[in-house]
């Protein structure tokens, strides 16, 4: 009898005991929110976000006397990296010489419309001596090639049938992003690799490709919608992917719509098509199928235009640091898209910053020319050809100007610009002598090169300091053999040393002082 009213009583409890935990424990962790948590806050933007732009916000601190290790990789002054102080001395961003043959590559085919020609990659083969690029019309990817990379051949592959016939340029699949060369692969199949039709793939000559379906390109549906009146729509058409030979990482470089309130883009007084402001977002993945969460890193800030929106990114390393040319979309004067270049930078790859003076790097042409309106670099980056870096883009020229009942299109072309090895940015002293001196620095070679531009009667010379800024016996300023001459590898001497002593007893600095010059890099060998 006992045990039957334990058990009735069990029984009876249990349903009350069950109730009693669903109202007083459950909900510490089981009820679920009313609603998704939104993925972007835009109650933090753009104040919380701009911050990140700018590199001294960034890096708050000052490390002019912290030490920093170099190799023998060019040195460049695009930022203050390794600057700890600088007088008499402006910074300028040069902008490429655009090549007076401009356009390189128009559509004059029938299965290339001039309205949707824009390009892909371009590299430089040195067992063939031959320059190989890759543009696209529509869906389709051509292919064209040169032997001194300014007269193109668009070559009859025969691999593709248009209109009957496979005497074209076509390519098989849409070769898109991330074209990369290795013309000493261990695997001859591998030279090249892309992302063709969605998928990584490779191949052994460009044209014929092998794709990995289970490593495929993400979808604009890689994030999710937030809720509310502010929502992200996913990764944007002028997303790009890369791979990082230093990170050994491939990267994605999504462009991110966040759409608005009308309301809402007045009072922070952005001006844009459609209520929706274009930024980008960030993320890497070791094998191309596994991807680190996207995060914004490009956006516009009080610096920018009111109508200045993150139209694309193309990011590469170079020598020492990492360069990016961002392509900036504006609405104003024209009332339509007008797209050029402008600069960036990281000394890590990941955290991306901006110069303060945001003026084009690669800039519109000329309203009566071929490009006035739309400016897209080769997604691979540039190249280097002897002591210039080359840089095809695609130029656009809108279609209503000529014609105002035109379709809402561009009418595009190829071309190329050229810049002076290193010369991106540039340390300039003009009549009066102005110098820098850096960080404390450990190497491990001997000589001294500068990349400069002399003028006539001026000059540029070095000396090395302690870690503590007193000079050094034999390196002072009375001491350098100045370069007086227009140089790209300029070897830095003193009158009784040819070399630079060893820095394994301590950090040194070195100070370069200039007059009527512009110094672009330094390095050690």
């Known amino acids: 009898m006992m045990e039957t009213r334990r058990v009735a009583l069990i029984r009876v409890c249990s349903p009350l005991y069950l109730l009693c935990l669903m109202a007083f424990v459950l909900p510490s962790w089981a009820a679920a929110p009313a609603e998704p948590e939104p993925w972007v806050d835009r109650a933090l933007f753009p104040e919380a976000y701009s911050i990140l732009t700018s590199d001294h916000a960034m890096f708050p601190d000052n490390v002019s006397d912290w030490p920093v290790k170099i190799d023998s990789h060019r040195q460049l002054f695009v930022d203050d990296y390794l600057i700890a102080s600088m007088e008499g001395l402006t910074r300028e961003i040069h902008q490429p010489v655009k090549h007076p043959k401009n356009p390189l590559i128009v559509a004059d085919r029938p299965w290339e419309p001039p309205q949707r020609i824009w390009l892909g990659s371009v590299v430089y083969d040195p067992i063939v001596k031959k320059f190989h690029m890759w543009y696209h019309c529509d869906d389709r990817t051509m292919y064209a090639e040169s032997d001194d990379g300014i007269t193109w051949r668009k070559p009859n592959l025969g691999l593709v049938e248009f209109e009957g016939s496979t005497a074209n340029n076509i390519v098989p699949g849409r070769v898109l992003h991330m074209l990369t060369f290795e013309p000493d692969a261990p695997n001859p199949e591998e030279r090249y690799t892309a992302v063709v039709d969605g998928c990584l793939s490779t191949s052994s000559d460009g044209l014929r490709w092998t794709k990995d379906p289970t490593r495929r390109a993400m979808g604009r549906s890689m994030n999710s919608m937030s809720p509310g009146p502010y929502w992200a729509k996913g990764i944007g058409d002028t997303t790009i992917y890369r791979y990082d030979p230093i990170l050994k990482r491939y990267i994605c470089d999504a462009k991110f ?9 007045e009072q922070l007084g952005i001006v844009s098509d459609k209520d929706r402001l274009k930024l980008r977002t960030i993320c890497e993945s070791e094998d191309f199928i596994h991807w680190t969460r996207p995060r914004f890193f490009l956006y516009p800030d009080d610096n920018d ?23 900036v979309m504006h609405m104003i004067p024209t009332g339509w898209k007008q797209v050029d270049v402008q600069l960036t930078y990281s000394r890590d790859g990941r955290h991306w910053c901006r110069p303060r003076e945001r003026q084009p790097f690669i800039p519109l042409g000329d309203p009566d020319g071929w490009e006035p309106d739309y400016t897209g670099p080769s997604t691979n980056g540039p190249l280097l050809v002897d002591d210039e870096i080359w840089i095809y883009y695609r130029g656009c020229r809108y279609a209503r100007r000529d014609d105002p009942k035109a379709k809402d299109t561009y009418k595009m072309a190829i071309g190329l610009t050229t810049l002076r090895r290193d010369g991106f940015v540039s340390l300039n002293a003009g009549g009066a002598p102005g110098q820098i001196v850096t960080r404390p620095l450990t190497f491990d070679g001997k000589s001294l090169f500068v990349n400069a531009d002399v003028a006539d009667g001026g000059w540029i010379k070095a000396a090395v300091l302690s870690e503590s800024s007193e000079p050094t016996a034999s390196y ?14 300029g070897l830095m001497r003193w009158k009784t040393r040819k070399e630079l002593a060893p820095s394994d007893a301590g950090h040194v600095r070195l100070l370069f002082q200039l007059k009527d010059a512009k110094l672009y890099s330094f390095w050690i060998e």
């Open 257 to 265: 719509n966040l759409y608005y309130p009308k309301a809402k883009m």
């Open 305 to 327: 235009q009111p109508d200045c929106q993150m139209y694309s990114h193309i990011g590469f390393f170079y020598e020492s640091m990492w360069i990016g040319l961002l392509r």
């Open 476 to 489: 002072t300023l009375d001491d350098a053999v100045s370069v007086t001459e227009n140089t790209s590898q």
